[in-house]
């Protein structure tokens, strides 16, 4: 157990539905990464938090947002779901921006538009 | 350009043989962070090993070695004494410091080995 949690575990859903991410991070941990893992993509880093401010960018489409809450919990935002938007959306958390601090990933939440 | 290449799609080892899983990187940095995770079928990543650039001797962690050659720009991963459990997809990750120093931390990953140990 890494100590990161997200829910749901499981999500299916619509085009065109918007639905919510929910990540905990480890207790103590300010930075909060969110992932994205699909077929064709691999994963690839969609956005940072750390202590509630949006520290970087990846590839994150303008219909996803995301924040971090006081409490360090993180939500992230997916709209107007299309059918590639399908993947595993899994969200990491570190004690601190250095190279050596280490991510530690929650289980993930496997979305399925339908 | 790819930053992280793992060459190996698929690899195929006996229980109880090491194994290793290449992955090469690119990067400019000169303070980076290289990190092996697993994921099993169930789909959760589970951190295996870290090596800094700037460490001078091989990471180890348990069964687990990661076979750092800075100047090919390679670090690979060595399981030993391979099990059932490490049948997986394993993957390398590169964290590098941007020009001023202060890393964003994201991580840049390669598109995974997927490692089968047979009894």
């Known amino acids: 157990d890494s100590g990161v949690t997200q829910t749901p575990k499981h999500l299916i859903t619509a085009t065109g539905q918007r639905v919510t991410l929910r990540c905990s991070p480890r207790s103590g941990d300010l930075s909060v990464y969110w992932y994205q893992q699909s077929l064709d993509q691999g994963l690839q880093f969609l956005i940072q938090y750390y202590n509630g401010e949006e520290r970087a960018k990846g590839n994150i489409l303008e219909r996803f947002s995301a924040q971090q809450f006081p409490d360090l919990h993180s939500e992230l935002n997916l ?15 570190s004690s601190r921006t250095s ?16 | 350009a790819q930053k992280i290449t793992q ?12 194994v290793t899983l290449d ?52 670090a690979n991963l060595v399981i030993s004494a391979s099990q059932l459990g490490d049948s997986a997809m394993y993957f390398c990750a590169m964290r590098e ?20 140990v047979h009894p």
């Open chain 1, 79 to 93: 709209s107007s779901l299309e059918l590639g938007d399908s993947a595993l959306y899994f969200c990491a958390s």
């Open chain 1, 99 to 114: 190279s050596r601090e280490t991510q530690y990933f929650g289980p993930g939440t496997r979305l399925l538009v339908l």
């Open chain 2, 7 to 18: 060459t190996q799609p698929g690899m195929f080892v006996q229980e109880k043989e090491a």
């Open chain 2, 23 to 74: 992955c090469t990187y690119d990067t400019s940095d000169q303070s980076y962070g290289l990190f092996w995770y697993k994921q099993p079928s169930s789909g959760e990543m589970i951190f295996l090993i870290y090596q800094g650039s700037y460490d001078e001797q091989n990471a180890t962690e348990g069964r687990y070695s990661l076979n750092f050659q800075k100047a090919r720009k390679s």
């Open chain 2, 97 to 116: 410091h941007n020009a001023g120093g202060t890393s964003y931390g994201k991580l840049t990953f390669g598109q995974g080995t997927i490692l089968t």
